[in-house]
């Protein structure tokens, strides 16, 4: 259960579809005031901030940072909880290859990467890019975001680049799609995921429902 009137801001610079995101978490939390914002200031007296994304991380960066984002991000990971889904996990990192190369936000350390053209599973069957659709989530750590979802449970994934798995200590979950990347990341107040819960139905709503009541670091 929720506090009373916890606020939670949804982030909006023009990427992804927000109103998605803020229904299912007023789903899970229908005490809780959500609002979805471009405005800082009012993002600043939020409880809980989740920054979504998707597009082109180049047109993601240059949005974020014309807005402010980059800055409040960064500060906010030290102060409150922060859930970061798709683009907006991606932009955490330091780097994506992404459009010749991408500088993103570098609060996590690692790679954005391309699958590549030439996926195969294990049986040697092509692999479509973008990896689209429901797949497996391996969680790595326990911890209070996987509350009540169970080992290998199937997440819903849009997505042609992925986080590599070069700094483990900041992996929760993995998933294998001819390469294995990570699915999940978390360091302190800040936790983030390649796929999208607000298309995952029960699971999807577990999550958010479990970032409602996460407290943090």
């Keep these: 259960m929720t506090d009373f009137r916890t606020r939670i801001a949804v ?3 023009g990427m992804g579809n927000l109103h998605s995101v803020a229904k299912a978490l007023e789903s899970v939390a229908p005490r809780a005031e959500v609002i979805i914002t471009s405005d800082i200031t009012e993002a600043e007296d939020a409880d809980r901030i989740v920054f979504p994304g998707v597009g082109a991380i180049r047109d993601c960066m240059a949005e974020i940072r014309r807005l402010g984002f980059d800055r409040f991000v960064a500060k906010a990971v030290q102060e409150k909880p922060v859930l970061g889904i798709c683009v907006g996990m991606q932009a955490l990192l330091e780097h994506s290859e992404e459009n010749n190369g991408v500088d993103c936000l570098n609060i996590l350390p ?7 053209r030439h996926l195969r599973d294990e049986n040697g069957e092509k692999l479509k890019v973008p990896h689209m659709g429901w797949d497996r989530v391996h969680q790595t ?3 209070p975001m996987w509350h009540g979802i169970e080992q290998d449970s199937r997440f819903y994934f849009v997505h042609s680049y992925y986080v590599d798995e070069s700094r483990p200590e900041f992996v929760a979950a993995t998933c294998d799609y001819s390469v294995k ?3 999940a990341l978390v360091h302190d107040n800040l936790f983030a995921v390649q796929f999208h819960p607000e298309k995952s139905h029960t699971t999807g709503l577990q999550l958010l429902s479990n970032f409602v009541s996460w407290r943090g670091d």
């Design 11 to 13: 982030l909006d610079y």
């Design 110 to 116: 690692g790679e954005v990467r391309f699958f590549g």
């Design 141 to 143: 750590i326990d911890h």
């Design 181 to 183: 990347f990570a699915a």
